[in-house]
């Protein structure tokens, strides 16, 4: 999944220079992204594929994830990209495989973060110097719609994942059940 979003931000970056023609600080851009790469990269020959992370690490990936993106966003126009509705990506990962604090503690940083690029970001500007920006009532909606998402997409991916681990205890009780059932039966065809 992270090597995909390395190939989306570049794909997007590409798009937004040669399509769109926008002034962005493109070396800062593509240095995050390279960020990201070295990242994948270690995390893969440190972490073989049949290892499993602890909560830390877990936590600490998509820690990573959620900053490497932020800044990113910061870097090409904050709240006013379109892409900052991915900002609610690791929280939602997080929800369905972490432990609430975990969760709770990338919800808070994701939040922190969106209320920072409200304010703080490098503006999308074109090449012509025209800087383009959302009305300001926009923005603040995003605001709240990211701030929403973000602890709604965590709320319910952390049901979801409740309930599916509460039916497949519930099979597997009713699966031990049929076992010793079967074992009693095949007794009784024993004893007559």
Known sequence: VRWIAIFGQIIALIVAD?????????????ATVGVSVIANLIAAFVFP?????SESENAGMLLFDLLQLSFLLFLTGGLNNPFSILIVGPVTVSAATLTVRSTITLATVAIVLVVLMLKFHLPLRTTEGFILRIPDIFLFGNLAGLTIAIIFSSLYSRRVV???????????????????????????????
Request: aromatic share 8%.
């Open 18 to 30: 040669r399509y769109f023609r926008l002034d962005l600080a493109y070396v800062l851009c593509y």
């Open 49 to 53: 594929e049949n290892k499993l992370l």
């Open 162 to 192: 409740s309930e599916m681990s509460s039916m497949a205890e519930a099979l597997a009780a009713t699966q031990m059940a049929l076992a010793r059932e079967q074992k009693l039966t095949d007794l009784g065809g024993v004893v007559a």
